[in-house]
C-alpha cells in the first residue's frame, strides 16, 4: 500500500471520479458477449441514462464495484482486450485529442503520463530511459487483488492499440519500424499475472506480445520508435489540447471529489463488519488525521457515515429477511446483541422486535 503524504493525500482526494464514458463502453461489452449488463448498475448511485453524456463522471468507488460485477460475468472471455478494441481514441477527451496529435510517439506518451489521472485516477505512469528502451511503467494506487491485473492488462492493450493505429506508416518504415506480420518491431508488453487461459485467442489480434509472470506492469518501447510522426501531427492542436488537461487537472484539485459520499458507498459495498477509521483512511490513502479533517469539511464524521449505513442495513434486514435479531446484530458486527439493541432504538425509537413487527414498508424512511 502507497504510505499517506500531501501529494498522495491531494491526488486521491481531489480526483475520485472517472469519466462515465468508460462505464459505458464497458457495459456495452458485457452485453455484447451475452450477458445481462442491468446487473452492473444494482444499488450503484447511477444506471445507463446517467452515463448517456460524454462528460457524465461517478465515483470510483462506484466504478469498482460495477467492474467488479463485470469481471465476474465476462471476465474469462478476454473482457480487457475487448474493452481496449472499443476504447478509441475520441472516446479519451481532450486527453485522447493531445496523444492523436502530438508530433512525436513520444510527446504522445508524455501526454499520457502527464493527465492519464484526469481519466484513470487510481492509475499512475512513470516513463524510465535505459538508453536503447523507454519503459512506461503502470501502477495501481489500490489494492485491487482481481481488477489490477484486468486494470494493467486493458491499460495496456488500449496504449498499445492506439499506437499502431496513429503512428504514421511511412515514418515509422524510413525509421527501420515497419510493422512485421502485424507485429510493432522490439514493443511489448510485460505483466505480472500469470498467463490467462483466453490470451491465446487473442494473440494473433494484438500488435505486440504479451508477456505474463514479469516482475512489473511495463510497456517497452525501442528509443528510436519514439521518434516516429504521429499520422495526425499538428504542433498548435497538441499545445492547446494539452493547455486544456491542464486547466482541467487544476480544476480537479482544486475542487475535490466528494469524500464523504465516496466514503459511504465503499461503506455500502463492504459486509459487515465495517472498516475502522483507520482502515478506511489506508483505503484512500491518506492518514486518518486527514480523513476525520476532510469529513469534518463536509459537516460530518465517519461515525456518522458508520451508523447511517448500519441503520440503513438494519432495516433492510429486519424488513426483508428472516434471521432473527441476534443473527442481525452479529452480521452487522455487534458482538453484544445489548450494544445493537440500544442503538437500534437510538436510530428509530424502537425496539428491533418492535419494527420487525410493523411489517414491510414498500418506502421505507432509511438512511441519516
Known sequence: MTNAGPDRERQMLGLFLVPGVYMRVLADVVRQLGHNERGLYEGLSFGPADLASNDSRVFVTDAI??????????????????????????????????????????????????YLQLRVPFLTISLTDTGKEMLVRLRSEFELPRQTPFLAETVGATLIMLTEQLIDRDDAQQKGYALEHGKLPGVKVQLSAPEPDYYRSFAHQLPVRFEYGQPQETLVFPKGLLDVKMRLADADASRMAREQCEFELQKALKDQGDIAHAVQNVLHMTPGPLPSLDSMAERFCVSSRTLKRRLAEKDTTYREIVEAVLKDRAIQLLRYTNQSVSEIAFELGYADLSNFSRAFRKWTGKSAGEFRQEGPDPAPEVGP
Open 65 to 114: 464495484v460495477m467492474t467488479e460485477r463485470a469481471l465476474a460475468m465476462a471476465g474469462n472471455q478476454g473482457l480487457s482486450f475487448l474493452l481496449a478494441r472499443e476504447l478509441r481514441v475520441t472516446i479519451h477527451g481532450t486527453l485522447g485529442f493531445a496523444a492523436l496529435t502530438s508530433p512525436t510517439l513520444s510527446g504522445a506518451l508524455d501526454s499520457v503520463r502527464r
